[in-house]
């Protein structure tokens, strides 16, 4: 068995060293483990079924039209909306406008589903005006890094839903356990800029003229469509008026109509929008396709078994078992996005957790956030490439800017390991 385990590492690493895509790696690997060491098994016919069965799962309805809503919110003006609507309520906070980074992500996680957008779009306007006023670059774009984010934290969330796909667990009852650690996280990300002011390294920002109470309000009409989406979506899966297919069709419409509303939505940001999503969700597709090959390909030659087992004889704690997969996890973030981390580790360590006493559910969200951590981990962290196309800056200073962030998700995870009920609370409500 140590020798099938050696042959899958090697195929992998030469698959993906030979920078082929992620899906094929995978098909490569489950294809040429299956004719090595099951010869008899007929791979060909396996692999149709497999390719059939994942790519119309129930579950996945929902994937694209999140993507959807999340690529024709891109092509509006939410962003310079959020800013606009967001800066006159937290300009008198320690850390001034930094704040709206961490506030404008929150939100349009809340619409979008995906981490590299939701730091495109928010840093595309954030960025330019934060520098415009005199902010400190390494605040600015860590806040923005960090909290870039949340959009895979935050429900709707597309890494949730592949998590869900293929771990088989309800979707609704992972979006609604993404949402206090989601809105926590971020209460994290300013608490630790407030206190980063008050401890002497102010962020630049001359002095100004505060907003008068009519700016306020007028800032909060901006955000209020936003605001309005992100509380049909929420409310409507938490009390179960719908399920995740329903409400992502009902947040394609009310991205369309944000749109209009703004008139910044044209037919041919439409059709661009369309085929976006058409490219993301065929390349997530075929990587789920990969991975449920890969599952049933290590299953058949009782790979997770074994070393489950060689695990299990080490007597670790869950608590040291979590620690452990944790390191491990921010080893492979330096090296795998993270839908490809999630589908190659994932039959290996969710049978290892859930041996150890936790949630599903649980160890989902877990899972999303040391999928964060990747996300701002170099070298292939998106969200360091995102702000280094907006910023121009080497990506040694965005990475070094980035570093408190990544140490407080890092923190959060294990906060989350020490009290799994901060997950499972909610979701837990839903099921009573």
């Known amino acids: 068995m140590l020798e099938t385990a050696i042959v899958t590492a090697a195929l992998l690493v030469l698959f993906l060293s030979a920078s ?50 999340g690529e024709i919110l891109a092509k509006t003006n939410v962003g310079r909306a959020l800013f606009s609507g967001l800066a006159p309520w937290v300009k008198g906070l320690p850390g001034g406008l930094v704040h709206v980074n961490v506030l404008g992500c929150t939100l349009f996680a809340a619409i979008c589903g995906s981490s590299v957008a939701t730091t495109q779009i928010v840093g595309r306007v954030t960025l330019p005006e934060l520098d ?8 600015s774009i860590g806040s923005l890094a960090g909290a870039g984010t949340l959009g895979f934290l935050i429900p709707p969330s597309l890494i949730m839903i592949v998590y869900g796909v293929l771990a088989e667990q309800s979707i609704v009852e992972l979006f609604i356990a993404g949402v206090i650690p989601g809105f ?24 100004g003229p505060g907003f008068t109470l009519s ?30 297919t329903e409400v992502a069709a009902v947040g ?39 991975a449920a090959l890969i599952s049933v390909s290590m299953s058949y030659v009782g790979l997770p078994k074994f070393i489950a087992a060689e695990i299990g004889a080490l007597g670790l704690s869950p608590l040291l078992l979590i620690a452990l ?89 294990m906060i989350l390991a020490i009290f799994p009920e901060i997950v499972l609370w909610l979701p837990g409500t839903l099921r009573q």
């Open 252 to 290: 394609v419409l009310g991205a369309i109509f944000i749109g209009l509303l703004q008139r910044s939505l044209a037919f041919s940001s439409l059709v661009a929008a369309g085929r976006s999503a058409v490219r993301t969700c065929s390349m997530i597709g075929l990587i789920l396709a990969g």
């Open 215 to 244: 700016e306020r309000l007028a800032g909060l009409r901006q955000i209020l469509p936003v605001v309005i989406l992100i509380g049909a979506i929420m409310g409507t899966l938490y009390f179960g008026i719908a399920g995740p």
């Open 325 to 413: 997969l944790l390191v491990f996890y921010v080893v492979l973030g330096s090296f795998l996005d993270g839908t490809s981390i999630i589908v190659l580790t994932l039959p290996i360590a969710l049978p290892l957790v859930v041996a150890a006493g936790y949630d599903p559910i649980w160890f989902g969200i877990f899972l999303v956030v040391v999928v964060e951590m990747a996300q701002i981990t170099p070298p292939v962290g998106f969200n360091l490439f995102v702000i280094q196309s907006i910023t121009n800056k080497s990506l040694n200073f965005i990475t070094r800017a980035t570093l408190p962030f990544f140490f407080l998700l890092l923190a959060w995870a």
């Open 132 to 139: 415009k006023r005199g902010y400190d670059q390494r605040i």
């Open 184 to 207: 926590g996280l971020a209460a994290i990300y300013m608490a630790y800029i407030a206190i980063r002011s008050k401890l002497g390294r102010p962020s630049g920002l001359p002095d």
């Open 20 to 69: 082929v895509w992620v899906s094929l790696s995978l098909f490569g690997v489950a294809y040429f483990v299956l004719l090595i060491f099951k010869p008899n098994l007929p791979v060909e016919t396996l692999v149709g079924q497999l390719f059939w069965t994942s790519a119309t799962s129930q579950e996945l309805l929902s994937l694209p039209l999140f993507v959807l809503m």
